[in-house]
């Protein structure tokens, strides 16, 4: 047998969390289990027993400046995490393989697929989704206006995801013609073939945005 | 996906030790690494890979994400993200085919997640490999045949293949490194190595589970990529089934060092999309030294670099489209404006 070498170091808590709300609290379990570190490798820590392979990871996820604490899987998605335990489903699922876009959301302010990373890897960094993008008083993004000024969807689909992608991709600097647009934003499948739409709708937030 | 053990590494050498404790093929080891996830995490949800504990590797980005260049070469952290690597202004002005194969691979939310290490082992695209309910596939089940070898192959290799598999090696970034000879550091249960990055994929012959020479627990740290005089000259062409987003149907890696008179004095070639591993075409670059880079020169070079190419049923067109693909990749290089 090998030795286990990922015992849980003794006394190791789970980060306090803040904020919790009702849905994060009824996602929370009471038995979760810190993420434990692979510390070097110790005689203690040979000793111990495996812990359980279904034991829940005790996560906090900072989703829109808020955290939430959760008991969850450690298969789980950022994707899964969101829809499906924090309640927010503007993040949608097309794929959940990599290759559409529509789970794009923003990880520390850079576009990543939320369903290709696990939500244990998106502990201690700051995730925004559709629903963070909007003003507090409502007021909508620029890039959200100019979806609907251009009228940029039709099934609406493919859209949280795009308009995500959209903005990185100004913030990115790869904003600076058409050819340029549809090239860095080709991770982003519609399958409403909105394109033309779309590319116009980034070029006007683009000269709104300052970027 | 099957459940797991989800541990953070804090140290290279914890990771490592803890990968190391199994034998035998990595890809097959109970233990795996998660850099980006975006190979792992999709093989795994298809049950292609089904670890017993996955080991992220992001928190030792610290000490292995950086992108240093010097003029002896680059220096290129593992865990440096593609989208970090393909924006650094070195790498774009001194070695524009690594930045090309980067700009010209996945998405760009892949592409911010993607580490460079995990990039070179990324397993293929093959669909009978990725969808297993398919029984046989050598690579994922060893004995169990190639379901390829009779079924749809058109983007299966033509160089480098065996009668146990034909897959083709997918990525776009190891044709660049095997190109420029570039150098893999390694760090592993048994301490540290460093390997040519050419050796680091393994042609499939009687063993396509293996692909690879590192063992289980083995880490890519750094990449070295050694400066010459024909970095600057570089590029890479990918052609495509659609213009973006989408694996190689043929690609070339090409470098050159021209003397007066456009006379060929280093040509490095790498081809992808075509080949069951990074393939470094000697060749075709043998067929250019020494001579003056026209057509003719270059389609000969072509030629040879398809000298032993083995079609299948659907993937004929793949010898003509590759050198066809070669023959550009040269003549635009060579037409490159480089400044000094
Ligand atoms: C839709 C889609 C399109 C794509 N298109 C392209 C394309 O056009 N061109 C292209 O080149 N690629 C393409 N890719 C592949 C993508 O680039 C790779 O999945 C990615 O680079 C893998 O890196 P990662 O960090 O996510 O690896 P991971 O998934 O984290 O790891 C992959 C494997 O490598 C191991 N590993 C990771 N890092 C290390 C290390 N430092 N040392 C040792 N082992 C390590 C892991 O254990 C794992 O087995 C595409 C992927 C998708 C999903
Ligand atoms: S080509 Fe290789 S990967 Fe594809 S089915 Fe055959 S053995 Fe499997
Ligand atoms: S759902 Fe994530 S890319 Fe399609
Ligand atoms: S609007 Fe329907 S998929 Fe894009």
Redesign the interface.
């Known amino acids: 047998m090998t030795p286990d070498l990922f015992a849980r170091p003794e006394g190791r808590s789970s980060p306090a969390a803040s904020g919790l709300d009702r849905r994060s609290f009824l996602g929370a379990g009471a038995c979760g289990a810190a993420v434990p570190l692979l510390g070097p490798v110790s005689a203690d820590a040979q000793a111990a027993a495996p812990p359980d392979i279904r034991q829940p990871l005790d996560l906090t996820l900072t989703i829109n400046g808020r955290d939430h604490r959760l008991a969850l899987d450690a298969r789980t998605t950022l994707l899964d995490a969101l829809r499906e335990r924090i309640g927010l489903t503007g993040t949608k699922k097309g794929c959940d393989q990599g290759q559409c876009g529509a789970c794009t959301v923003l990880l520390d302010g850079t576009r990543v697929l939320s369903c290709l990373t696990l939500a244990a890897m998106a502990e201690g960094r700051e995730v925004t989704t559709i629903e963070g993008l909007a003003g507090p008083d409502g007021t909508l993004h620029p890039m959200q206006q100019a979806f609907v000024d251009h009228d940029a969807f039709q099934c609406g689909y493919c859209t949280p995801g795009q308009i995500l992608s959209a903005v990185a991709c100004v913030n990115e600097g790869h904003a600076n013609d058409p050819a340029q647009i549809r090239e860095y934003m080709s991770g982003n499948l519609c399958r409403c073939a909105a394109y033309p739409n779309i590319v116009a709708a980034v070029e006007q937030a683009k000269a709104e945005m300052g970027a | 996906?099957q459940?797991?053990?989800?541990?953070?590494?804090?140290?290279l050498?914890?990771?490592a030790?803890?990968a190391g404790?199994?034998r035998g093929s990595r890809v097959e080891a109970p233990v795996q690494f998660?850099a980006?996830?975006?190979t792992l995490?999709?093989l795994m949800?298809?049950e292609v890979m089904r670890p017993?504990?996955?080991?992220?590797i992001?928190p030792l980005a610290d000490r292995y994400g950086a992108i240093d260049a010097t003029d002896r070469g680059l220096r290129l952290g593992a865990l440096a993200r593609m989208a970090q690597a393909a924006d650094d202004p070195a790498v774009r002005r001194d070695y524009p085919v690594i930045a090309q194969t980067l700009d010209l691979a996945?998405?760009?939310?892949?592409r911010?997640?993607a580490t460079l290490g995990g990039n070179l082992l990324q397993r293929t695209r093959c669909p009978y490999f990725r969808d297993v309910s398919w029984t046989a596939c050598n690579k994922r089940d060893p004995g169990s045949g190639c379901a390829a070898l009779e079924g749809v192959n058109r983007k299966h290799a033509v160089l480098g293949v065996s009668e146990a598999c034909i897959a083709t090696y997918p990525g776009d970034f190891a044709q660049a490194l095997v190109a420029l000879d570039a150098r893999l550091e390694i760090a592993g249960p048994q301490g540290r190595r460093e390997i040519a990055a050419a050796d680091l994929h393994r042609l499939p012959g009687e063993t396509p589970n293996v692909e690879t020479q590192l063992g289980p627990g083995e880490l890519i740290t750094s990449i070295l990529v050694p400066a010459g005089a024909w970095t600057r000259r570089s590029l890479y062409l990918k052609v495509r089934d659609r213009e973006?987003?989408d694996f190689a149907l043929a690609s070339a890696a090409v470098a050159l060092e021209l003397g007066d008179d456009d006379t060929v004095r280093e040509a490095r070639i790498a081809l992808g999309g075509v080949a069951t591993v990074p393939w470094r075409a000697r060749a075709a670059e043998d067929a250019l030294k020494g001579r003056r880079l026209d057509e003719a020169a270059a389609e000969a070079a072509a030629e040879a670099a398809f000298a032993d190419a083995q079609i299948r049923e659907h993937n004929a067109y793949k010898v003509d489209l590759g050198r066809r693909t070669l023959v550009r990749a040269l003549l635009d290089a060579a037409r490159l404006e480089i400044r000094t």
């Open positions: 996906m459940p797991f053990h989800y541990r953070r590494a804090d140290s050498d914890a990771a030790q803890a404790a199994s998660v980006g996830g975006t995490l999709d949800k298809i017993a504990t996955v080991i992220d992001n996945a998405s760009q939310q892949l911010n997640m973006s987003y």
